[in-house]
Nanobody, 126 residues
Framework: QVQLVESGGGSVQSGGSLRLSCAAS????????MGWFRQAPGKEREGVAA???????TYADSVTGRFTISQDNAKNTLYLQMNSLKPEDTAMYYCAVARPLLSRFGRLNSGYYDYWGQGTQVTVSS
């Protein structure tokens, strides 16, 4: 059974930082793409960042230069370091895993991902 468990969300002021973690277990993909997505109330889920099993990273334009995705394969854990947070970053953040996705569009598209966590809330106040 695949399990993805996010943690690290919280409330911060604009300009602050948070690090999200996603503990993954149970999936058998030898190669994979893992991603962070977010969804604000009344908005569609959007891709934030993704990383492949070979370490290739992809970022949405809105977070490039502020967010960093990384993984610790020994711990089966995915991270998202978020710096210079803005109120528009407020959302529920989810991690997800998929078989390797070859295009930038695919890596940031929620429809291509197979398994999802329950999410962790990030709230940024101005």
């Amino acid at each position: 059974q695949v399990q993805l468990v996010e943690s690290g969300g919280g409330s911060v002021q604009s300009g602050g930082s948070l690090r999200l973690s996603c503990a993954a277990s149970g999936y058998t993909y030898s190669r994979f793409s893992m991603g962070w997505f977010r969804q604000a109330p009344g908005k569609e889920r959007e891709g934030v960042a993704a990383i492949d099993s070979d370490g290739r990273t992809t970022y949405a334009d809105s977070v490039t230069g502020r967010f960093t995705i990384s993984q610790d394969n020994a711990k089966n854990t995915l991270y998202l370091q978020m710096n210079s947070l803005k109120p528009e970053d407020t959302a529920m953040y989810y991690c997800a895993v998929a078989r390797p996705l070859l295009s930038r569009f695919g890596r940031l598209n929620s429809g291509y991902y197979d398994y999802w966590g329950q999410g962790t809330q990030v709230t940024v106040s101005s």
